[in-house]
């Protein structure tokens, strides 16, 4: 009886977190668009100088696909910038693990002789995710993403600070 007490329990507490994972999920879902900019001195970027879509796909309580394109395009002289990124989140209660698979950039070390930078090699790191409430907070690789409701903002700590809206 005692064995089929702490079964039970089990088997309700890993239902209650797989509950809370996928309401997670629900929360982060869609396709968000880069609104806007703020760099560290001030100036507030927005299109058609910044573009940005992230699209989180869910594909298990656990895990979802996620890609990031990101377009800076100053036009003041500094070199048009570009990200591409394709990963998987793997998501826990308290714990986030990204598994980039690849990274294609312009911009950052473009030469005449090689335009295109592309990481084909996948990168792990793990970081933190955090929910009260609504918000949810993801924090790897020295950025910190707040997503609350439809509007999610990004930061990376000395350089940035975007926010994000969700369109579906």
């Known amino acids: 009886m005692k064995r089929l007490m702490i ?3 089990s ?5 209650g977190c797989s509950d809370r994972l996928s309401d997670m999920q629900t929360q982060l879902a869609g396709t968000w668009v880069l609104q806007s900019r703020e760099l560290q001195d001030g100036t ?7 573009k940005g879509s992230l699209l989180w796909e869910p594909i298990s ?3 979802a696909h996620v890609t990031l ?13 570009f990200n591409y990124a394709a990963s998987t989140y793997e998501i826990s209660t ?3 693990t990204r598994a980039r698979h690849v990274l294609v950039r312009q911009g950052y070390r473009s030469s005449a002789e090689s335009p295109m930078s592309i990481y084909p090699k996948g990168k792990s790191v793990k970081g933190k995710i955090t929910v009260e409430g609504d918000k949810i907070e993801i924090a790897h690789d020295e950025q ?6 439809n509007t ?14 969700r369109i579906q």
Request: glycine share 8%.
């Open 94 to 96: 308290s714990a986030i």
């Open 11 to 15: 088997v309700f507490a890993m239902q």
């Open 69 to 81: 394109n990101l377009l800076e395009d100053l036009k003041d002289g500094t070199p048009r910038r």
């Open 144 to 149: 910190q993403w707040v997503f609350e409701g």
């Open 44 to 50: 507030v970027l927005s299109g058609p100088h910044i």
């Open 7 to 9: 079964f039970l329990l």
């Open 152 to 165: 999610m903002t990004a930061s990376y700590e000395g350089a940035w600070v975007d926010t994000w809206m």
């Open 61 to 63: 309580s656990r895990k």
